[in-house]
């Protein structure tokens, strides 16, 4: 498969560019930080959103879905990721959605996915217990209990955990915490007794939650793929979910260099414009250098997902993408501030609003350093 976008691609590409700069520019989630949304985002948006056909488009035509592949999906959370829209794209789609893909059965597929695909089901992974990502430091039990589980633990930084109607909580079966093997995926009402789920905002105005589970009962049905054996389907939903990030933070920082260049273009000082200093255009080329390797890597991850590659030459995309577009967008959303000087601080200017997600798009799944680690592990090294 050609490492390039295709005609109907490029289409929805165009179509979400058109949509996003329109109906969610980054004006809408200043509104929804300054009054307060309990959502966290706009329905009506969201709704919209649906109806295009966005939330079904990587799973299966048999499961309600478009069929229409991970890059389709990527070419659309790229733009979302320009105007930093707000929605349950990412944590319902390329998580919750993917994982119940991956790893589950035909019956929950059937019954799930078409509801994720039509807007009327939002899903959440609750993973994670401490302050950095580590998937398998897990302590959160299941025990066995009449014909199902009894859960019993706390979850942190669940993103979109508090509107989520359906929580899919890793859980573990058996083992200690660190230990690869013994977890377990577990798909838990949103209202069910003994869960409370706590908002936090967090610097980029977006949601997640803490989820504590106090003898919290589930069926046996509730299980999503084999009993001990959900670090597989987690690996997977992971490194799937990690590509969709860096799809949006590609977005973000190609519109966060145009920006900077516009006002490098139109700032005057001494009578001329800053973009004419020498110093500001080798900054300015070495953001631009960032932004196409950053395409590349991300181009070339969304197209192994579709062209079906080993999982491991999937980790390894994952994590190179992870780092790569993670650091890119690290350095070009604090140049823009940079650049913009004084007046970038301010809350008046957007520009502000890239590094904040740019922070917390970060830690999500792994910073970094998480991530080289990684990487090198993956090599051998």
């Known amino acids: ?119 009327e089901l939002l899903l959440a992974l ?38 989520a109607d359906k929580l899919i909580v890793v859980a573990r079966t058996s083992g200690s915490s660190g230990d690869r093997d013994g977890l377990t995926l577990l798909l838990v009402d949103g209202d069910a007794d003994g869960l409370t789920r706590t908002r936090t905002i967090m610097v980029d105005s977006r949601n997640a939650a803490i989820v504590e589970l106090k003898d919290v009962q589930v069926g046996a049905n509730a299980v999503i793929g084999e009993v001990g054996k959900g ?38 000082q001494f009578g001329v414009p800053i973009g004419s200093f020498q110093a500001l255009k080798h900054r300015a080329a070495n953001m631009f250098c960032e932004v196409e390797l950053s395409k590349s890597v991300v181009l070339e991850a969304l197209t192994a997902l579709d062209e079906g590659r080993d999982v491991e030459e999937i980790a390894k995309l994952a994590s190179l993408c992870k780092a790569k577009v993670g650091e890119s967008n690290h350095m070009v959303s604090r140049e823009g501030i940079q650049m913009h000087g004084g007046i970038g601080m301010t809350d008046e200017f957007d520009i502000g609003f890239f590094m904040k997600r740019a922070a917390v798009c970060e830690q999500t799944f792994g910073d970094m350093n998480f991530h080289r680690n990684r990487y090198g592990d993956l090599e051998g090294y």
Not at 43 to 57: F, K, Y
Not at 65 to 86: D, N
Request: proline content about 4%; glycine content about 12%; hydrophobic content about 35%.
């Open 126 to 163: 609750a993973l994670e217990e401490g302050t950095h990502h580590a998937p398998y430091n897990i302590a959160t039990t299941a025990e066995s209990s009449g014909d199902g589980y009894k859960l019993n633990g706390k979850k942190v930084f669940v993103l979109d955990g508090n509107i």
């Open 1 to 119: 498969m050609p490492m390039i976008l295709n005609e109907e691609q490029n289409m929805l590409k165009d179509t979400a560019k058109d949509f996003c700069t329109k109906n969610a520019p980054i004006r809408q989630l200043r509104k929804l930080r300054d009054e307060g949304s309990e959502d966290g985002f706009d329905r009506d948006t969201w709704s919209q959103m649906v109806e295009l056909g966005w939330a079904g488009i990587p799973f299966p035509e048999t499961f309600g879905g478009l069929g229409f592949g991970y890059k389709g999906l990527g070419v659309v959370t790229e733009e979302t990721g320009r105007t930093l829209t707000a929605s349950p794209l990412f944590a319902s789609v390329w998580i919750g959605g993917t994982l119940i893909n991956i790893g589950g059965s035909d019956e929950q597929k059937s019954e799930l996915l078409p509801q994720v695909s039509s807007g």
């Open 231 to 268: 670090a597989d389907v987690v690996d997977q939903t992971l490194d799937i979910a990690r590509i969709g990030l860096s799809a949006e933070m590609l977005g973000s920082l190609q519109e966060c260099f145009e920006r900077t260049v516009d006002y490098l273009k139109t700032r005057e």
